[in-house]
């Protein structure tokens, strides 16, 4: 493992944490924070496994069982559908922060300007299937339990794996001086499993020689060309950046909407010009509710880098990256109907347009946008989705979690009928990774465990749960095929 890799195992998952705190940047003690500082979201810890140690017991079907010859136990069964566990979740004022959620900006950033657009592609990349089915996994840093997890993937009727190519960790050294080691082994293993590969392509929070955005953009172009000359035709999408909205991945700058639109359309270019068939898709962004020098909400967001492309996306990317977590409510919930009560925003004091990001349909807040500035024949790849049943009171998870009548079977149920409400209402929506397949080391003392679809599992066994079950007996039925686990075979 690298000592990069070593830092950024605890800030990782980069991903839905520092959208869901920062979400309730006023109400929530911030992932991993530093003060008001917001974190990216479910951070891993690098600290060793320890099945089954959980505030509250685990269902029966996290016990373990050997992974050549699974036979999932009797407990996993599909339970009917379950409802919006709205009356469970308890009225919980937010812990104070350094600043409210709807501050006004301070020295706001001029409008956005019209940035060069980089020439199309000879050719493009083919469409996602409508929705398609992936997770975020952790392949980086034992390679054994990489190709477990890669089978696993696909017997459960996942096509496509998500995974972080930090940076620092590719060409780290110095410019042009690239370690290709573990890159070349994942690219490898995901080939063999008959998988898609989706890789983040982003820097972690150590600082290096590149700099920071969006000064650093031809760097990162450069590094993002011979990425995709490397693995032409083997990474089949590259996500660019991650939740640009948050001052923590800008270089601890105000969010600039130009700024990483001028980033997005030169990588955009550069890896058009190795692999014109690679799908390149937006960062997603965080789903916080603040409108400050340390965030910006995500339609403001997303707006103001339309604006900023001349309201045409050409020639900077080919799908939209969301985030769309689903909170405390089941996914078939209309944003409008949480306005009314504050137990499932947390009490968020934020505008009501702003709340609608506390459930998992907020995606069609930004498929709005998309179609509002000529981009309806783009797909939206929603980059990370999940919901958490963390039983833990003192988490800042909790009131969307446990507290919110979320346990492992909900959690499985609401995964499932997420993909069904995309299938039936999003026919413009492509890939859909979940969170996660998780670290084989997390323990129940880090946050991100709780939003993981299976137990982290060592070499040699796995410890099921019921997310894993219900969404293989699903996505193998969607599929025309059986699910290898289903307890009713």
């Excluded at 009356?87 to 959620?101: K, L």
């Excluded at 103001?304 to 309201?311: D, S």
């Excluded at 299976?454 to 699903?474: H, N, V």
């Amino acid at each position: 493992m690298t000592q990069t890799h070593r830092h950024a195992a605890a800030f990782l998952a980069g991903m839905i944490s520092t959208g869901l705190l920062l979400t309730l940047l006023v109400g929530m003690l911030l992932l991993g924070g530093c003060g008001a500082q917001p974190a990216p979201t479910p951070t891993p810890t690098k600290t060793p496994t320890v099945a089954g140690a959980e505030a509250t017991a685990p269902p029966a079907a996290t016990a373990p069982m050997a992974t050549p010859t699974p036979a999932p136990p009797a407990a996993t069964d599909t339970p009917a559908a379950t409802d919006t566990p709205a009356a469970s979740v308890p009225t919980a004022a937010p812990a104070a922060t350094d600043a409210p959620a709807t501050a006004a900006p301070t020295d706001a950033p001029p409008p956005p300007t019209a940035t060069p657009r980089p020439p199309a592609p000879a050719s493009g990349p083919t469409a996602m299937r409508s929705p398609d089915f992936g997770a975020q996994a952790f392949l980086w840093w034992r390679p054994e339990t990489a190709e477990r997890d890669l089978r696993l993937m696909k017997e459960a009727g996942f096509n496509w794996v998500k995974q972080w190519f930090a940076w620092q960790d590719i060409e780290g050294a110095g410019r042009n001086q690239y370690d290709w080691s573990r890159t070349d082994r994942i690219v490898d293993q995901v080939q063999a499993a008959n998988l898609k590969l989706l890789v983040r392509i982003s820097p972690s929070d150590v600082r290096f020689w590149a700099g920071d955005p969006p000064e650093n953009a031809d760097l990162f172009a450069e590094f993002a060309g011979n990425l995709a000359a490397r693995y032409r035709g083997r990474i089949h999408a590259y996500q660019i950046w991650n939740e640009p909205n948050l001052s923590r991945e800008w270089g601890d700058k105000r969010p600039d909407p130009a700024g990483y639109a001028r980033l997005l359309g030169q990588a955009y270019r550069a890896i058009k010009s190795a692999d014109p068939n690679a799908i390149v898709v937006t960062a997603g962004m965080a789903p916080t509710t603040a409108d400050i020098d340390i965030a910006m909400y995500d339609t403001k967001f997303y707006r103001e880098m339309y604006a900023a492309m001349g309201g045409n996306s050409a020639g900077y990317f080919d799908a939209l990256g969301v985030h769309g977590a689903g909170y405390a409510v089941a996914p078939e919930t209309d944003p409008g109907q949480i306005v009314g009560n504050p137990r499932l925003y947390n009490n968020d004091p934020s505008p009501a347009d702003r709340l609608r990001v506390y459930t998992f349909r907020h995606v069609e807040d930004i498929r709005q946008i998309m179609v509002e500035n000529g981009d309806s024949g783009k797909q939206i790849v929603i980059l990370e989705f999940g919901w958490t049943y963390d039983p833990r009171p003192n988490s800042p998870y909790y009131w969307h979690g446990g507290g919110a009548g979320i346990d492992p079977q909900v959690q499985g149920d609401y995964l499932v009928r997420a993909y069904q409400w995309a299938a039936q209402n999003w026919p413009w929506v492509g890939l859909m990774s979940l969170i996660y397949m998780p670290d084989t080391e997390w323990t129940s003392e880090t946050e991100q465990y709780y939003w993981s679809i299976m137990d982290p599992s060592p070499p040699g066994e796995t410890f099921w749960r019921p997310a894993f079950i219900k969404l293989c007996i699903y996505m193998n039925q969607a599929q025309g095929r059986q699910c290898a686990y289903d307890p009713s075979r």
